[in-house]
């Protein structure tokens, strides 16, 4: 589509650009014009305002007073398409449009690079859910359209920002525990905070919002144009995520996270954040060096192409990790073995069968159950044969499961249950965790469980990378918040070792090493 005219205006020759991006403004122009007044009397001239969500209400004669010319917008606007059928009537284009001095409507969708070379992508309405199209709102062919350019752009390094009115869907997912619950909080009004809520309730009760306020194909514009911020309006709340990368860790090379960013409408009354400022240097303008930095709290992408499966919940536990693959292989090749085994852990399945006995297997004949201290739905809890410690045991799956990163979700999520009690139990008996999988030429999932004194917890990381030096294995450090079926996934032949430290006497993030 063509540029807007005046779009070249709010761009600035420096560097970097100083910019405002607003949530639903819903008619109420004088209280954000006199916001952003305020805001650029104390703290100096901001080159834009882009807009999200509903930019018109009800009320007609507010917006006549700016198009009349009796109030002037203080800064050059951006606004987005309509959101439903009663404000259609403020658009003359889908190719947009000058809608009055300093306000231009971008347009349905498009991308467009400023004079200073700041790169903003921008998608009108919500998802159709019909076959046909209404004016405000959008379909695949659209996602097409925006998306389409990328795919065969080898040269692509993403866009400084993405402006939708709708969410996208599973944006919260590989967040913390504590921001998926204020997620919820804020979008539901049900308190997860300060009461023990079941997760799983809490994730169902997520997938039931999502299923009206936020749209898949959002999502899948957001994974393709890989934008640096995105922001959103429309669910009336503010919601700042971590960051996310837009690359796959020793798969491929490393390029800029994305901030999502959910903002509230114009005086909403929770006094939600409705404005967020920023400073960026467009892409253009950068190395790539500085383009791969990598924040620490970053974390998967939260979404997954259309076309594959999704993946099962993200692992709720935290601690150090070390990870190490003794017959690694090069990067190309496990990525795509990750690409090709689909990985939608969820389906229905058949009971793996074991190709010689296995003494792990519950209803195995060879299993010695006078060590088996507990027994749940999926996994059991059992004492270790020849034990490193007095108290070093052992979760298990009942049926047979050769590794963590290829079980069912329900078997990943009682093994997390079972870790987050036994770190409780030993707290109180004043010692740490180090919890360790062994899949090295076994055929069943062991989850050691080895607990050490408080006073030499701190000193376990270095210990474990001082002897993987002595014995030439080199570990790599894997990003925090990293899923590990999104690092690597095993062979049935291959031979590996996960080791994870859960140290509760000091709550740092993960470290995760990889070995190849």
């Not at 967020?276 to 939260?302: G, M, N, R, V, W």
């Not at 050691?448 to 917890?457: F, G, K, M, S």
């Amino acid at each position: 589509m063509s540029a807007p005219k005046s779009s070249d205006a709010y761009l600035s020759n420096s560097d970097t650009v100083r910019c405002l991006v607003c949530g639903d403004v819903k008619g109420q122009f004088s209280v954000l014009f006199k916001r952003v007044n305020s805001l650029q009397k104390k703290g100096g001239k901001f080159e834009v305002l882009m807009c999200v969500g509903d930019f018109f209400g009800s009320n007609h004669a507010a917006w006549e007073d700016y198009t009349s010319g009796r109030l002037k917008v203080p800064i050059s606007t951006l606004i987005l398409g309509p959101n439903k059928k009663e404000h259609v009537q403020y658009y003359e284009s889908k190719d947009g449009q000058e809608m009055c001095e300093n306000v231009t409507y971008l347009g349905s969708r498009g991308c467009y690079t400023g004079s200073s070379g700041l790169k903003i992508a921008y998608l009108s309405g919500i998802e159709a859910q019909q076959q046909t199209q209404d004016a405000w709102q959008f379909t695949k062919d659209d996602i097409l359209t925006l998306t389409g350019p990328v795919a065969s752009d080898n040269n692509y390094r993403g866009i400084d920002v993405l402006l939708t009115s709708q969410w996208p869907q599973s944006v919260q997912k590989y967040a913390t525990p504590s921001q998926i619950c204020q997620f919820v909080v804020k979008v539901l009004g049900r308190n997860y905070l300060n009461s023990n809520a079941d997760f799983n309730m809490m994730f169902a009760d997520v997938d039931q919002m999502e299923a009206t306020c936020t749209s898949l194909l959002v999502g899948e514009v957001a994974r393709l144009l890989q934008p640096r911020y995105h922001f959103c309006g429309l669910n009336g709340i503010f919601y700042e995520r971590q960051p996310y990368r837009n690359h796959q860790i020793f798969a491929e090379s490393g390029i800029h996270v994305t901030r999502f960013i959910g903002l509230a409408a114009v005086g909403n009354l929770n006094k939600d954040k409705f404005l967020y400022a920023f400073s960026i240097k467009p892409l253009s303008h950068i190395t790539t060096e500085e383009q791969s930095k990598q924040p620490l709290d970053a974390t998967e992408s939260p979404y997954k192409p259309l076309s594959t499966p999704g993946s099962n919940r993200d692992d709720l536990s935290q601690g150090t990790q070390f990870f190490y693959d003794m017959h690694g292989g090069d990067t190309v090749k496990a990525g795509k073995r990750h690409s090709e085994s689909g990985g939608n852990v969820n389906k229905k399945r058949k009971q793996v069968q074991p190709p010689g006995p296995c003494w792990f297997c519950l209803g195995s004949p060879d299993v010695e159950k006078h060590l088996v201290v507990s027994v749940g739905m999926q996994t059991y809890l059992a004492l270790a044969k020849g034990g490193l410690v007095e108290d070093h045991v052992l979760i298990l799956p009942i049926e047979h499961v050769q590794s963590y990163v290829t079980s069912p979700s329900d078997v990943q999520q009682e093994i997390i249950s079972y870790k987050t009690c036994l770190k409780k139990y030993f707290k109180s008996r004043n010692k740490d965790v180090v919890f360790y999988e062994r899949n090295y030429r076994t055929q069943h999932l062991q989850i050691q469980v080895v607990p050490v004194p408080q006073d030499v917890a701190m000193d376990l990381k270095e210990c474990f990378l001082d002897m993987a030096q002595n014995i030439s294995i080199e570990l790599h450090e894997i990003p925090t918040h990293s899923d590990l079926s999104q690092v690597y996934l095993p062979l049935k032949v291959q031979e590996e070792i996960k080791l994870k430290l859960e140290h509760d006497g000091n709550s740092r993030n993960p470290d995760d090493l990889l070995e190849r």
